[in-house]
């Protein structure tokens, strides 16, 4: 069973635009909210994470929005750029040294 | 360099075959795990250590064994391998400390491609 749904699958952002990807959980009980990126032939590196007790994280482009009552969130990319095209997961989990539940992902690209 | 590393990069083998991926973590974190990621890129739990100690085993065929030799270690072994274990598996770690975030430090990835 999917515990976090993530959509779009993919998206296609101009440079200077703004990509959005959103995710939805099921487990209230999660509270860790991480986003990986993943770039071919890597595995997934850490991008930004949140905790349920905040309702927004800011690390320069990158955002992440949290909507604990509509257990939703979402990664915000300001001024998307080429070098920003990628997968990126959402993921949810438990508290710390728990498995990390993923999104099935979603591939951007940012057009010159 | 400070890392999750795992050997091999690509395993190319035939159907039957025994084989074995290693992982090592000098971060000196205490859970390590492994993860499989199938052909539409989806990323999902296999198993948990922490301090050696076996303590996630999702649903996965028990051909495959984890052992954890020490804290900086996790190897997969697959037995009588099939087609569908064709995948990439990460291996990844963090520190476990209660109230800590769980960020999850992943490895490179081990493209296992069965014949």
């Known amino acids: 069973q999917q515990q976090v749904k993530q959509s779009p699958q993919s998206l296609i952002v101009q440079k200077g635009g703004i990509s959005i990807i959103n995710c939805a959980y099921e487990n209230t009980a999660f509270d860790y909210f991480p986003w990986y990126q993943q770039f071919p032939g890597k595995g997934p590196a850490l991008l930004i994470a949140?905790?349920?007790?905040?309702s927004e994280k800011k690390e320069g482009r990158f955002t992440i929005s949290f909507n604990k009552s509509a257990k939703q969130f979402s990664l915000h990319i300001m001024d998307s750029q080429p070098g920003d095209s990628a997968t990126y997961f959402c993921?949810?989990?438990?508290?710390?040294?728990?498995?990390?539940?993923f999104g099935k992902g979603t591939s951007l690209l940012v057009t010159p | 360099d400070t890392a999750v590393s795992q050997t091999p990069k690509y395993l190319v083998t035939q159907m039957g075959n025994d084989k074995s991926i290693k992982c090592e973590q000098n971060l000196g974190h205490d859970t390590m795990y492994w993860y499989k990621q199938d052909s539409k890129k989806f990323l999902k739990i296999m198993f948990s250590y922490n301090n050696k100690e076996l303590i996630i085993n999702e649903t996965v065929p028990n051909r495959f064994s984890p052992k954890s030799p020490d804290k900086a270690h996790l190897n997969l072994h697959i037995n009588s391998l099939e087609l569908g274990d064709s995948a990439v598996y990460f291996c990844a770690s963090s520190r476990t400390i209660a109230g800590n975030y769980n960020e999850q430090f992943f490895g490179p990835g081990t493209r296992l491609t069965v014949l």
């Open positions: 949140i905790r349920p007790d905040v």
């Open positions: 993921a949810a989990s438990l508290y710390s040294g728990y498995a990390l539940n």
